[in-house]
Protein backbone atom coordinates (compact mmCIF):
# COMPACT_ATOMS: atom_id res chain seq x y z
CA UNK A 1 0.00 0.00 0.00
CA UNK A 2 1.13 3.21 -0.86
CA UNK A 3 1.34 6.52 1.02
CA UNK A 4 -1.70 8.57 1.46
CA UNK A 5 -1.80 12.16 0.58
CA UNK A 6 -1.91 13.27 4.16
CA UNK A 7 0.70 10.50 5.31
CA UNK A 8 2.76 12.64 2.16
CA UNK A 9 2.47 16.25 4.24
CA UNK A 10 2.63 14.61 8.01
CA UNK A 11 6.05 13.05 7.33
CA UNK A 12 7.16 15.64 4.12
CA UNK A 13 9.92 17.13 6.22
CA UNK A 14 11.32 13.72 6.94
CA UNK A 15 10.54 12.64 3.48
CA UNK A 16 12.43 15.20 1.91
CA UNK A 17 15.92 14.08 3.59
CA UNK A 18 18.55 12.36 1.36
CA UNK A 19 18.95 9.56 3.63
CA UNK A 20 15.14 8.61 3.60
CA UNK A 21 12.74 7.63 1.26
CA UNK A 22 8.76 6.53 0.44
CA UNK A 23 10.25 2.88 0.72
CA UNK A 24 11.93 3.75 4.45
CA UNK A 25 8.55 5.26 5.16
CA UNK A 26 6.74 2.39 4.41
CA UNK A 27 8.89 0.53 6.41
CA UNK A 28 8.39 2.39 9.64
CA UNK A 29 4.48 1.91 8.93
CA UNK A 30 4.51 -1.48 8.70
CA UNK A 31 7.09 -1.43 12.23
CA UNK A 32 6.09 -2.43 14.98
CA UNK A 33 7.69 -1.56 18.49
CA UNK A 34 7.11 -1.99 22.05
CA UNK A 35 8.45 0.79 24.96
CA UNK A 36 9.11 -0.47 28.19
CA UNK A 37 8.46 2.31 30.45
CA UNK A 38 6.32 5.13 29.89
CA UNK A 39 8.46 7.69 31.88
CA UNK A 40 11.54 9.94 31.60
CA UNK A 41 12.88 7.91 28.58
CA UNK A 42 9.59 6.92 27.59
CA UNK A 43 8.11 10.37 27.05
CA UNK A 44 10.19 10.99 24.16
CA UNK A 45 11.19 7.99 22.80
CA UNK A 46 7.38 7.25 22.05
CA UNK A 47 6.72 10.62 21.27
CA UNK A 48 9.32 10.61 18.26
CA UNK A 49 8.10 7.08 17.44
CA UNK A 50 4.46 8.25 16.84
CA UNK A 51 5.23 11.11 15.51
CA UNK A 52 7.89 9.94 12.61
CA UNK A 53 5.11 7.61 11.87
CA UNK A 54 5.92 3.76 13.83
CA UNK A 55 2.73 1.77 12.32
CA UNK A 56 2.11 0.17 15.99
CA UNK A 57 3.42 1.38 19.34
CA UNK A 58 3.17 -1.00 22.38
CA UNK A 59 3.52 1.10 26.02
CA UNK A 60 4.27 -1.36 28.98
CA UNK A 61 4.15 0.45 32.23
CA UNK A 62 1.87 -0.46 35.21
CA UNK A 63 2.16 2.48 37.87
CA UNK A 64 0.66 6.11 37.96
CA UNK A 65 1.20 9.42 36.84
CA UNK A 66 2.64 11.26 40.37
CA UNK A 67 3.19 14.53 40.96
CA UNK A 68 7.21 13.98 40.87
CA UNK A 69 7.00 12.52 37.92
CA UNK A 70 5.97 15.98 35.70
CA UNK A 71 9.33 17.57 36.03
CA UNK A 72 10.74 15.20 33.62
CA UNK A 73 8.10 12.93 31.95
CA UNK A 74 6.53 15.29 29.08
CA UNK A 75 3.96 12.94 28.15
CA UNK A 76 2.04 13.00 31.16
CA UNK A 77 0.40 16.44 32.67
CA UNK A 78 -0.77 17.36 36.16
CA UNK A 79 -4.29 16.38 35.44
CA UNK A 80 -3.12 12.77 34.77
CA UNK A 81 -1.79 12.57 38.27
CA UNK A 82 -3.33 8.71 39.49
CA UNK A 83 -3.76 7.42 35.77
CA UNK A 84 -2.25 4.89 34.57
CA UNK A 85 0.87 6.04 32.54
CA UNK A 86 0.51 3.45 29.89
CA UNK A 87 -2.85 5.00 29.22
CA UNK A 88 -2.16 8.28 29.30
CA UNK A 89 0.55 8.34 27.18
CA UNK A 90 -1.76 6.48 24.81
CA UNK A 91 -3.91 9.19 24.84
CA UNK A 92 -1.87 11.87 24.18
CA UNK A 93 -0.12 9.60 21.42
CA UNK A 94 -3.41 9.10 19.92
CA UNK A 95 -3.66 13.30 19.24
CA UNK A 96 -0.54 13.69 18.45
CA UNK A 97 -0.86 10.60 15.57
CA UNK A 98 -4.07 8.93 14.53
CA UNK A 99 -2.41 6.85 12.16
CA UNK A 100 -0.49 5.05 14.81
CA UNK A 101 -2.39 2.05 16.49
CA UNK A 102 -0.92 2.58 20.05
CA UNK A 103 -1.69 -0.57 22.65
CA UNK A 104 -1.35 0.62 26.39
CA UNK A 105 0.13 -2.59 28.51
CA UNK A 106 -0.73 -1.47 32.45
CA UNK A 107 1.53 -3.79 33.16
CA UNK A 108 4.71 -4.39 34.77
CA UNK A 109 7.29 -6.51 32.63
CA UNK A 110 9.27 -9.08 34.45
CA UNK A 111 10.40 -13.02 33.52
CA UNK A 112 6.23 -14.33 33.08
CA UNK A 113 5.50 -12.36 30.85
CA UNK A 114 8.71 -10.20 28.82
CA UNK A 115 8.85 -12.95 25.84
CA UNK A 116 5.12 -12.90 24.88
CA UNK A 117 5.34 -8.56 25.24
CA UNK A 118 8.63 -8.47 22.76
CA UNK A 119 7.36 -12.04 20.25
CA UNK A 120 6.55 -10.35 16.82
CA UNK A 121 7.81 -6.44 17.78
CA UNK A 122 10.01 -5.05 15.21
CA UNK A 123 12.13 -3.03 18.27
CA UNK A 124 11.92 -3.00 21.90
CA UNK A 125 12.88 0.45 23.46
CA UNK A 126 13.79 -0.34 27.02
CA UNK A 127 12.65 2.83 29.34
CA UNK A 128 12.80 1.02 32.37
CA UNK A 129 14.21 2.66 35.65
CA UNK A 130 15.63 -0.70 37.12
CA UNK A 131 18.34 -2.87 36.50
CA UNK A 132 16.55 -6.15 36.97
CA UNK A 133 14.10 -5.28 34.42
CA UNK A 134 16.89 -4.31 31.92
CA UNK A 135 18.48 -7.52 32.31
CA UNK A 136 14.75 -9.18 31.64
CA UNK A 137 13.98 -6.88 28.82
CA UNK A 138 17.73 -8.23 27.45
CA UNK A 139 17.32 -11.50 27.32
CA UNK A 140 13.91 -11.75 26.21
CA UNK A 141 14.64 -9.71 22.91
CA UNK A 142 17.57 -11.97 22.85
CA UNK A 143 15.41 -14.70 23.03
CA UNK A 144 13.17 -13.44 20.34
CA UNK A 145 15.71 -12.00 18.59
CA UNK A 146 14.04 -8.28 18.04
CA UNK A 147 16.64 -5.71 18.19
CA UNK A 148 16.78 -3.17 20.98
CA UNK A 149 17.98 -0.38 21.99
CA UNK A 150 19.38 0.30 25.86
CA UNK A 151 19.83 3.32 27.37
CA UNK A 152 19.84 4.68 31.27
CA UNK A 153 20.14 8.16 32.76
CA UNK A 154 21.03 9.25 36.33
CA UNK A 155 21.88 12.66 37.18
CA UNK A 156 23.90 14.62 34.37
CA UNK A 157 24.98 11.21 32.88
CA UNK A 158 23.54 9.20 30.18
CA UNK A 159 24.08 6.12 28.16
CA UNK A 160 22.87 4.26 25.18
CA UNK A 161 23.44 1.21 23.03
CA UNK A 162 21.99 -0.27 19.89
CA UNK A 163 21.48 -4.04 20.06
CA UNK A 164 20.58 -6.83 17.17
CA UNK A 165 20.53 -10.40 18.71
CA UNK A 166 23.24 -12.49 17.41
CA UNK A 167 25.20 -9.91 15.33
CA UNK A 168 26.72 -7.00 18.21
CA UNK A 169 26.71 -7.08 21.79
CA UNK A 170 24.01 -7.06 23.82
CA UNK A 171 23.42 -5.54 27.35
CA UNK A 172 24.26 -8.44 29.24
CA UNK A 173 27.61 -9.01 26.57
CA UNK A 174 29.06 -5.32 28.24
CA UNK A 175 27.66 -5.57 31.72
CA UNK A 176 27.65 -9.49 32.64
CA UNK A 177 26.19 -8.97 36.01
CA UNK A 178 23.92 -6.02 37.68
CA UNK A 179 25.95 -3.55 39.92
CA UNK A 180 25.84 -4.44 43.55
CA UNK A 181 22.77 -3.89 45.47
CA UNK A 182 23.02 -0.17 46.51
CA UNK A 183 26.28 0.59 44.24
CA UNK A 184 24.35 2.65 42.19
CA UNK A 185 21.60 5.38 43.21
CA UNK A 186 18.16 5.43 42.01
CA UNK A 187 16.83 8.02 40.25
CA UNK A 188 14.73 8.94 43.65
CA UNK A 189 18.01 9.46 46.11
CA UNK A 190 20.78 10.40 42.74
CA UNK A 191 17.95 13.17 41.19
CA UNK A 192 17.56 13.29 37.17
CA UNK A 193 17.12 16.70 35.16
CA UNK A 194 14.08 16.63 32.78
CA UNK A 195 15.97 17.79 29.82
CA UNK A 196 18.74 15.42 30.37
CA UNK A 197 16.86 12.65 30.24
CA UNK A 198 14.57 14.20 27.33
CA UNK A 199 18.07 14.00 24.98
CA UNK A 200 18.78 10.51 25.91
CA UNK A 201 15.02 9.50 24.78
CA UNK A 202 15.96 11.54 22.02
CA UNK A 203 19.10 9.36 21.03
CA UNK A 204 17.20 5.96 22.05
CA UNK A 205 14.48 7.27 19.53
CA UNK A 206 16.73 8.24 16.79
CA UNK A 207 18.16 4.70 17.45
CA UNK A 208 14.85 2.70 17.13
CA UNK A 209 14.41 4.79 14.30
CA UNK A 210 17.66 4.00 12.34
CA UNK A 211 17.01 0.02 12.96
CA UNK A 212 13.47 -0.16 11.74
CA UNK A 213 14.31 1.88 8.42
CA UNK A 214 17.11 0.92 7.43
CA UNK A 215 19.37 4.25 7.40
CA UNK A 216 22.37 5.49 8.86
CA UNK A 217 24.83 3.37 11.66
CA UNK A 218 23.09 2.16 14.45
CA UNK A 219 25.07 2.19 18.03
CA UNK A 220 26.09 -1.84 17.38
CA UNK A 221 28.81 -2.53 19.34
CA UNK A 222 29.13 1.18 20.26
CA UNK A 223 28.47 2.26 24.03
CA UNK A 224 27.54 6.22 23.65
CA UNK A 225 28.42 7.75 26.85
CA UNK A 226 26.86 11.33 27.51
CA UNK A 227 28.31 13.74 30.24
CA UNK A 228 25.47 16.59 30.48
CA UNK A 229 27.94 18.90 32.54
CA UNK A 230 29.97 19.50 29.81
CA UNK A 231 27.96 17.86 26.54
CA UNK A 232 31.26 15.35 26.81
CA UNK A 233 30.70 12.32 24.43
CA UNK A 234 32.31 9.26 24.80
CA UNK A 235 32.01 5.96 22.31
CA UNK A 236 33.25 2.56 23.96
CA UNK A 237 33.45 0.04 21.55
CA UNK A 238 32.13 -3.54 22.53
CA UNK A 239 31.56 -6.76 21.50
CA UNK A 240 30.04 -9.92 21.70
CA UNK A 241 31.08 -12.18 24.57
CA UNK A 242 31.98 -15.74 24.58
CA UNK A 243 29.26 -17.75 26.32
CA UNK A 244 26.87 -14.71 26.71
CA UNK A 245 23.70 -16.40 28.91
CA UNK A 246 21.65 -14.10 26.91
CA UNK A 247 23.04 -14.30 23.18
CA UNK A 248 25.48 -16.36 22.60
CA UNK A 249 22.93 -19.31 21.52
CA UNK A 250 20.96 -16.87 19.38
CA UNK A 251 22.72 -18.22 15.65
CA UNK A 252 24.44 -15.67 13.66
CA UNK A 253 21.80 -14.39 10.53
CA UNK A 254 22.52 -15.34 7.34
CA UNK A 255 22.12 -11.98 5.92
CA UNK A 256 24.01 -8.89 7.19
CA UNK A 257 22.56 -6.04 8.31
CA UNK A 258 20.75 -4.19 5.84
CA UNK B 1 8.30 8.39 -19.36
CA UNK B 2 6.09 9.69 -16.96
CA UNK B 3 4.51 13.41 -16.21
CA UNK B 4 3.64 15.22 -13.00
CA UNK B 5 1.59 18.11 -13.00
CA UNK B 6 2.49 19.98 -9.14
CA UNK B 7 1.21 23.29 -10.29
CA UNK B 8 -0.50 24.02 -7.08
CA UNK B 9 1.31 21.69 -4.80
CA UNK B 10 3.49 23.49 -2.20
CA UNK B 11 7.07 23.02 -1.47
CA UNK B 12 8.04 20.89 -0.05
CA UNK B 13 5.19 18.42 -0.79
CA UNK B 14 5.60 18.79 -4.46
CA UNK B 15 9.52 17.30 -3.87
CA UNK B 16 7.99 14.72 -1.75
CA UNK B 17 5.77 13.63 -4.83
CA UNK B 18 8.68 13.86 -7.28
CA UNK B 19 11.25 11.99 -5.47
CA UNK B 20 8.37 9.27 -4.46
CA UNK B 21 8.11 9.39 -8.49
CA UNK B 22 11.33 8.84 -9.03
CA UNK B 23 11.94 6.39 -6.23
CA UNK B 24 9.55 3.99 -8.17
CA UNK B 25 11.89 4.31 -11.32
CA UNK B 26 14.95 2.95 -12.79
CA UNK B 27 17.78 4.62 -13.41
CA UNK B 28 18.10 6.48 -16.82
CA UNK B 29 14.28 6.27 -17.05
CA UNK B 30 13.24 9.89 -17.90
CA UNK B 31 10.43 12.28 -15.05
CA UNK B 32 8.61 15.58 -16.50
CA UNK B 33 7.48 18.19 -13.77
CA UNK B 34 5.37 20.57 -14.46
CA UNK B 35 5.83 23.53 -11.83
CA UNK B 36 4.46 26.77 -10.28
CA UNK B 37 6.69 29.83 -10.56
CA UNK B 38 8.96 31.24 -7.49
CA UNK B 39 9.82 28.93 -5.35
CA UNK B 40 8.91 25.80 -6.82
CA UNK B 41 10.57 26.16 -10.20
CA UNK B 42 13.49 27.40 -7.90
CA UNK B 43 14.08 24.51 -5.44
CA UNK B 44 12.75 21.40 -6.80
CA UNK B 45 15.20 21.51 -9.40
CA UNK B 46 18.24 22.62 -6.83
CA UNK B 47 17.14 19.59 -4.74
CA UNK B 48 17.05 17.40 -7.63
CA UNK B 49 20.22 18.14 -8.54
CA UNK B 50 21.59 17.49 -4.73
CA UNK B 51 20.20 14.34 -4.84
CA UNK B 52 22.73 13.56 -8.10
CA UNK B 53 19.99 13.10 -11.15
CA UNK B 54 20.29 15.36 -14.54
CA UNK B 55 18.11 18.14 -14.74
CA UNK B 56 17.05 20.40 -17.30
CA UNK B 57 14.56 23.51 -16.68
CA UNK B 58 12.48 24.62 -19.74
CA UNK B 59 9.89 27.60 -18.51
CA UNK B 60 7.82 25.75 -16.28
CA UNK B 61 8.89 22.31 -17.06
CA UNK B 62 11.58 20.13 -15.11
CA UNK B 63 12.90 17.38 -16.87
CA UNK B 64 15.02 14.86 -14.68
CA UNK B 65 16.68 11.84 -15.44
CA UNK B 66 16.99 9.26 -12.69
CA UNK B 67 20.78 8.81 -11.54
Same mark, same amino acid.
Given at each position: ? #?? #? ?26 ASAIVVG ?39 ? #? ?158 ? #? ?20 | ?56 VHGDWVR????
Open positions: M #TL #TDAELERYSRQLVLPEWSGAAQERLRDAGALGSPVATYLAAAGVGRLGIVDEDAVELSNLHRQPLHF #TPDIGVNKAASAAAKLAFLNPEVQVEPYPARLDERNAEAIVMGADVVVDCSDSFETRYVVNDAACAERVDLVEAGVLGFSGLVLAIRPGESACYRCSFPSPPLAGAVPSCREAGVLGAMAGIVGAIQALEAIKLLAGVGAPLLDRILQLDGHDMGQTIVV #TSRRDGCEACARVPVAAEAYH | MSTLDLTGVLCPLNWVRARLALEAMDAGEELRLRLDPGEPIESVPRSAREDGHDVDIVKR
